[in-house]
């Protein structure tokens, strides 16, 4: 079992509608979860994180957090072409300081 | 607010050559971490230092090697280039006791 899974896509959906990115993580003890936006050529750039249970909005994104499940989310609302990019789920496995990534999810918002 | 610089942007090397990469962290970031990422997937971490320390190495054989200078700058040496060494090399920065790590541009690893 990979430490950190995500589908790796592509995941499509139009313009205006919400695009939906899973990720499932296997330390039970991890702590702070994160995902990062990179764009084809360029590098991750953080976009949300989030250490507690629940949902955490910031503009058009949600971060939503179950530890129980060991499983985290990511939500972007109204999709725009710009959103197009490869999301990588990252988390901080319990008693290290490295970040642990899915292989991402590419994502694609059709005009 | 200077971002995380890294240099060069693009490199290209043969078999069994050494390079040397260079990371700026973001102001007052002092922890630096070093990751490869090949084609398609996540960014593997390498090692990360604080205080002039390595402290902590992921799953990376002894060619990789690296320093962190007094002004929390940082290098990332490789020796005896393999082909499988092709990738972007990422530089991260953080603060100590804080997980949010921004990335540098990265250097892309050209070995032939």
């Known amino acids: 079992q990979k430490e950190v899974e995500q589908n790796s896509g592509p995941l499509s959906v139009p313009e205006g509608a919400i695009a939906s990115l899973n990720c499932t993580y296997s330390?039970?003890?991890?702590?702070?979860f994160f995902w990062y936006r990179q764009y084809s050529g360029k590098s991750p750039e953080l976009i949300m994180s989030i250490y507690s249970n629940g949902d955490k909005e910031d503009g058009r994104f949600t971060a939503q957090l179950n530890k129980a499940s060991q499983y985290v989310s990511l939500l972007i609302r109204d999709s725009q072409p710009s959103d197009s990019a490869t999301y990588l789920c990252a988390v901080n496995m319990s008693g290290a300081q490295k970040l642990v990534f899915g292989q991402g999810t590419r994502l694609t918002i059709n005009p | 607010d200077a971002g995380v610089t890294q240099s060069p942007t693009h490199l290209i090397k043969t078999r069994g050559q050494q390079v040397t990469l260079r990371c700026s962290p973001k102001s007052g970031h002092d922890t630096v971490s070093w990751y490869q990422q090949a084609l398609g997937q996540g960014p593997q971490f390498i090692f990360q230092y604080y205080e002039e320390e390595e402290r902590q190495r992921g799953n990376f054989p002894d060619r990789f090697s690296g320093h962190q200078f007094p002004n929390y700058s940082s290098e990332l040496n490789v020796n005896a280039l393999l082909l499988g060494d092709s990738a972007l090399y990422l530089c991260?920065?953080?603060?100590?006791?804080?997980?949010?790590?921004?990335f540098g541009p990265g250097t892309r690893l050209t070995v032939l």
């Open positions: 991260a920065s953080s603060l100590a006791l804080y997980n949010e790590q921004f």
């Open positions: 330390d039970r003890g991890s702590q702070s």
